[in-house]
């Protein structure tokens, strides 16, 4: 599919969506529509005709990428997922009675846009709970009575909205009868966008229609256009954030500061390192640790704050507990952008990289972070428990050191057995769960490392934890499909960081 780019499929901007309606577009024809729209401010474009036949569908289709050629606006197509590629569109759109999602994504690949419609909490629930990257964002509605769906779901209301809303970490865009005058009432439904069809189609003119909308979107906080351009149509430019990882080097490249630069710069972050020690570190071990004295480790972040502007911070091993309240005091006092920390304990290899009067220092740098990541032994250590064995356990201990550190949790699930590797986070006594299947391969060195800097580099761009962490996953999750075609050394070996472009 020609619009396609390598690398990992990008998050389309759902602030103003529109999907066309080819009577109600008349005479005019659908193209002109789009093409007044998009030049006014449309980020999204779904093409969607219940009664014209396939043939006609692509050829409209085609027209529609011509329209939509070197805009950046995605054009999707509703239902049927056979026409995606014949059309070139960069993805689908599809119904709760339309192809199983998992079968869409198995037929159209990585690299497009998936869609899925959703009418309820439980249909939220059932969507998130697919596996990570099956879907790229939620439809949700209709929130109020339409004629262009009329006869489907009951409407759900702006309160519907919101609780469908909270329920998911993916994307969501609200639909159904959304007008201009009534955008206020989803202000803080948290939704990413709105999607209209006879806002625009039927609007006499297209382009006034898609500026009164997103004049409206600004002054609800609705969606991208919120913060980027405002009323204007126009985005700000595109600015590439900074993410800074303070950790420990690993030379065999899988794990510590040299994971974490990979999987920034993979993401499209700029990447900064503080290292807090050299170890001697290969894939079968450690066998020696060499800690940077707590002082140089904050003269590093001093001098790097005093000139570079932080959008994102992972803290990876800290080794010593003189690091370690350092780097709490620093992170206290001095950084004031997110902060991921990996509480590293033992690399998967089972050498031991924190010392153990050092757990403490950990413990209490957890509190003044916004998300913590152990893995189930690290997890087990923080609580005092013993590591959890099931799925359920998982739950509990994730719920339970949340509460205890006052701050969000995610709990990996790589150690625990089953076909898929779950990571449950925890927040404010919410649990979402990201499923993903378990990889088959040794080369599991550096996944901890890899997706809690993932997920500081999607924080930075996206400023949402629910969906960085399912980003991060999902980047992880093909990372390590890939890395068998790495096989780096003996032992564990790293995953395939660069995997969307070698
Ligand atoms: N074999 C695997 N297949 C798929 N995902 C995995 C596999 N092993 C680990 N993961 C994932 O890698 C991430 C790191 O998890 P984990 O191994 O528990 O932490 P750590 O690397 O810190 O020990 C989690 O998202 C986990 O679900
Ligand atoms: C320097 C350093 N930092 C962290 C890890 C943990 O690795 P994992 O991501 O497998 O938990 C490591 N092995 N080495
Ligand atoms: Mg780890």
């Known amino acids: ?229 405002g009323a204007s149509g126009k985005a700000s430019p595109h600015r590439v954030p900074s993410v800074l990882s303070i950790a420990g080097s690993d030379p065999s490249g899988g794990a510590g500061i040299q994971a974490d630069l990979k999987a920034f710069s993979a993401l499209g972050a700029h990447g900064c390192a503080v290292l807090t020690a050299l170890t001697a570190q290969s894939t079968q071990g450690v066998t020696g640790i060499h800690p940077v004295p707590a002082a140089f480790v904050r003269e590093q972040v001093e001098t790097l704050l005093a000139d570079v502007r932080l959008d994102a911070v992972k803290v990876g091993m800290l080794g010593s507990a003189e690091v370690a309240r350092k780097v709490a005091a620093l992170v206290r006092d001095r950084v004031d952008c997110p902060v991921v920390l990996d509480p590293v304990m033992v690399s998967t290899a089972g050498s031991r990289l924190l010392a153990t009067d050092a757990v403490e220092a950990v413990c209490a740098l957890a509190p003044e972070v916004d998300l913590v990541t152990p893995n189930g032994p690290e997890a087990a250590v923080m609580l005092g428990a013993a590591e959890a064995t099931t799925l359920a356990e998982q739950r509990e201990q994730a719920v339970a050191l949340a509460e205890r550190l006052g701050t969000r949790v995610l709990l990996k699930g790589g150690h625990l057995a089953g076909a898929e590797s779950v990571d449950v986070l925890a927040e404010e006594g919410r649990l979402r769960e990201l499923r993903a299947p378990r990889v088959d391969t040794r080369n599991t060195h550096g996944t901890g490392c890899t997706l809690s800097s993932a997920i500081a580099a999607e924080h930075a761009h996206h400023s949402d934890w629910g969906v960085a962490v399912g980003r991060a996953k999902h980047y992880l999750t093909r990372a390590l499909q890939e890395a068998d075609g790495l096989d780096i050394g003996a032992g564990p070996g790293p995953v395939h960081h660069f995997h969307p472009w070698w």
Request: proline fraction near 6%; include cysteine; aromatic fraction near 2%.
């Open 1 to 229: 599919m020609s619009t396609r780019r390598a690398g990992p499929r990008p998050r389309p901007d759902l602030s103003l969506y529109l999907v066309t309606d080819t009577v109600l577009c008349g005479d005019r024809g659908v193209p002109a529509v789009v093409a007044e729209a998009v030049a006014a401010g449309v980020t999204c474009v779904q093409l969607r005709d219940k009664t014209l036949d396939d043939d006609s569908l692509v050829a409209l289709g085609r027209e529609l990428r011509q329209v939509l050629a070197g805009t950046g606006v995605p054009l999707l197509v509703d239902d049927r997922v056979h026409l995606v590629e014949p059309i070139g569109a960069d993805g689908v759109h599809i119904g709760q009675t339309d192809m199983d999602p998992v079968e869409a994504r198995r037929i159209l690949g990585e690299g497009a846009l998936i869609g899925l419609s959703t009418h309820s909490v439980g249909q939220v629930r059932a969507a998130s709970a697919l596996p990570v990257g099956t879907v790229d964002y939620l439809g949700m509605g209709p929130v109020w009575a339409t004629a262009t769906k009329a006869g489907h779901a009951p409407p759900i209301g702006p309160d519907g909205l919101a609780a469908m809303r909270a329920e998911s970490w993916l994307p969501a865009v609200a639909i159904g009868s959304v007008k201009a005058h009534s955008l206020a009432a989803l202000a803080g439904s948290g939704v990413d966008g709105v999607a209209v069809v006879s806002a625009l189609c039927a609007a006499d003119d297209p382009a006034a229609a898609t500026r009164e909308l997103r004049a409206a979107l600004a002054r609800a906080g609705i969606g991208r256009t919120a913060s980027a351009g």
